[in-house]
């Protein structure tokens, strides 16, 4: 890596993306459940589309989006092979993030093919029936019920609640109570609007197990389950700088846990890029457009190093050791038995997970380059067991723009043929 792909794709080669990545029978009718989005055929590729920095850039669509996209539809509008649009937003909700992307786009995208960094939480269905507190902004309780959440408490809600909890600003103090709601679990969806009441509200409900209008109880020993979604420390917006993103109010709540407990603030999951979970979810949509058929290869087409080509490696690292391990459990089974079993779990995934960045959003190309360089620590919230490593930030492929990048997957699924 280093130097942007030269080979680029005459567009005119393009023209049948349906014979380079359809194989097997046509299968009349669509895939289920992928709404507009639905294919008629088998493939063996499967694409994930960051959305900022790849496709838009604030309100405003990439030039070379809709030219990638248009490469990429039958003239019914519909997709070629299964495409999911994978983002670390999670202020709305998946049907409306669908609508945005279509009408910016001027492509039909269904729900299904839209995955924000909450939406794993779909599969985490344990949690489904306690009574959660949510953190975020945006229609929160909404996105929970969506979700699969049924007892829901907000921010706003513990906090009338409580009305001796949140006593930064004065001016916002609740004057009537209302009967209080135990949390058992907390998702932290993004970042609120007023950090000063959520750190203090959350701490609240994880030092007293859920009933914060008791006094701290020093002795837990078990910390209440946290939900945690997008660790993006910054993110880019209109200004010049980075702004500060869900990470860096996650670093601020667990250093004050920390200066108040000596313990480290546990996660019971982290969702969102870079995490496996959500490369799990998405190659879930995938299959599903894909009538449930496993893919070979899955591209992941980001701009950022930290989010988009690191999730997209340590996915591939994943599978990696996942056919690896599944390899040697077959062979263990063969060994003992003197009859190859076949696991069935091996089809389900993917063979590999190829990362492309473009240099349209964070990613500068005029930059050093992170095997040069130290990979700063300041880019990343590396909590829980997830490491800065070299390699995981290394793209498999870097090109100029999204259309270069499906320009790139067509070139090489058209080599594979051959
Ligand atoms: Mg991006």
New binding site residues.
């Given amino acids: 890596m280093g130097q942007i792909d030269s080979k680029r794709r005459n567009s005119s080669c393009t023209g049948g993306p349906k014979k380079l990545f359809v194989r097997g029978p046509k299968i009349p009718g669509g895939a289920p459940g992928s709404g507009s989005g639905g294919l008629r055929c088998v493939c063996f590729v499967g694409v994930l589309f ?5 496709l838009l850039r604030g309100g405003s669509v990439i030039p070379a989006a809709r030219r990638a996209l248009r490469k990429l539809v039958d003239q019914n509008q519909s997709f070629l092979f299964p495409v999911v649009f994978v ?2 937003a999670g202020s709305c909700l998946r049907h409306h993030k669908a609508q945005q992307l279509s009408h910016l786009l001027d492509v039909q995208i269904a729900p299904e093919q839209v995955v924000l960094s909450h939406s794993p939480l779909h599969m985490m269905e344990t949690f489904h029936h306690k009574c959660v507190l949510v953190s975020g902004q945006g229609p929160v309780t909404q996105i929970a019920h969506t979700l699969g959440f049924q007892k829901v408490v907000t921010m706003e809600e513990l906090s009338e609640q409580h009305p001796l909890l949140d006593m930064v600003d004065h001016s916002r103090r609740p004057t009537s109570t209302v009967s209080p709601a135990n949390p058992s679990a907390i998702i932290l969806f993004g970042e609120p609007i007023r950090w000063e009441t959520n750190l203090q509200l959350i701490v609240d409900v994880l030092l007293t197990n859920g009933r914060p209008g008791c006094v701290y109880d020093a002795r837990l020993s078990a910390q209440m389950p946290i939900l945690a979604c997008n660790m993006d420390l910054l993110w880019m917006a209109e200004a010049p700088s980075p702004r500060f993103g869900h990470g860096m109010f996650l670093l601020c709540l667990e250093s004050i846990y920390r200066k108040l407990t000596g313990r480290r603030l546990e996660y019971e999951a982290v969702l969102g890029k870079p995490s496996l979970l959500t490369y799990q979810y998405a190659e879930q949509l995938l299959r599903q457009q894909n009538q449930n058929h496993k893919l070979s290869t899955i591209y992941a087409v ?3 190093l930290m ?2 080509i690191y999730g997209a490696n340590l996915y591939n690292r994943y599978l990696a050791k996942h056919h690896t391990d599944t390899m040697s459990d077959t062979k263990l089974v063969a060994q003992g038995t003197g009859t190859p079993v076949p696991v069935v779990e091996e089809f389900a995934f993917a063979a590999q997970c190829s990362s492309i960045l473009v240099c349209t ?2 990613y500068n190309p005029q930059s050093p380059l992170p095997g040069d360089q130290n990979v700063s620590e300041t880019m990343f919230h590396g909590q829980n067991d997830l490491k800065v490593e070299p390699d995981l930030v290394e793209p498999s492929h870097m090109v100029e723009d999204v259309e270069a990048a499906v320009d790139l997957m067509l070139q090489q699924e058209n080599q594979n043929e051959v």
């Fill in positions: 960051d959305v900022d920095g790849v983002t670390n980001g701009d950022n989010t988009d959003g964070v």
